[in-house]
């Protein structure tokens, strides 16, 4: 277990889970200890990945975003990574609008798209949600960015969309439904 300086760890959250390809990876709740890691995956990104998970060109995370991506407090701010062989490949992390919603967002090293990692960290985000009492998740998308809105779309909750000031703001229960079991049933 990474060390966290809180003592508020949800190490229950930690999980190896196997991608599209039969390839393995690790989920776990970010530390403060993962700056240097996060940022690392960050500046490896293509410049079209981070506008489209950031709006702007973003060569390098700032040092607020770095601390507000990683000193979460698992309950009103969680954050989760993904690692394959020890390297940070991926984030996801939502922060709470109010007691039952919350906004998501993810980013995906270049590297690893297409692998279901998006598909994967959503779900374990929703369960990570539902236990800190949020039922309802939103989330800004570009329209360029099609891999994202279809990683929404195809995880089974009941997706509805509004275009506002060129962003998809995209709105979603996370209870399980019929459909988002058997979609994880089935992947």
Known sequence: MPADPSGDYPQHWDADVVLRDGGTANLRPITPQDAEALQRMHVAQSPESTFLRFFTPMPRLTEKLLQQFT???????????????????????????????????????DAHQGRGLGSVLLEHLAATARERGIHRFVADVLPQNRKMVAVFREVGFGVTDQFDHGVIALAFDIDPTDRSLAVMEAR
């Open 71 to 109: 000193h979460v407090d698992h309950t009103n701010q969680v954050a989760i990574v993904v690692l394959i062989a020890g390297h940070i490949v991926g984030l996801a992390n939502h922060d709470r609008v109010d007691e039952q919603q919350a906004e998501v967002a993810f980013n995906i090293s």
